[in-house]
């Protein structure tokens, strides 16, 4: 698990759109453990802003490659936020 960028609190939230889910079933994040509600705040440490969104930085890799995302998740009663990596193998 690589270093997060301090300080982010940008990001991109995971929620499902015109029928999308967010989260494909069976799908590379799901497997890495991500859900709807979830925000990937950096991709390899490089953070997720409204200049350069998750779409835009995920388009500089290719399908089977291995990035970590950085995420941050609220917690039930949501007070607070738990940050966490996980590794993602890019699907098509």
């Known amino acids: 698990h690589g ?3 301090s300080g982010l609190r940008a990001g991109a939230m995971l929620v499902s759109y015109g029928g999308t889910p967010a989260v494909l079933r069976g799908g590379p994040a799901e497997k890495a453990g991500l859900r709807a509600g979830d925000v990937v705040s950096a991709v ?3 953070e997720v802003t409204a200049r350069r969104p998750l779409s835009e930085i995920l388009a500089d890799y290719s399908s ?3 990035v ?3 995420v941050r998740r609220p917690t039930a009663d949501g007070l607070r936020t738990v940050d966490r990596s996980v590794e993602v193998r890019l699907g098509e």
């Open 3 to 5: 270093e997060q960028p």
């Open 44 to 46: 390899n440490a490089e």
């Open 64 to 66: 089977g490659d291995t």
């Open 68 to 70: 970590t995302l950085f």
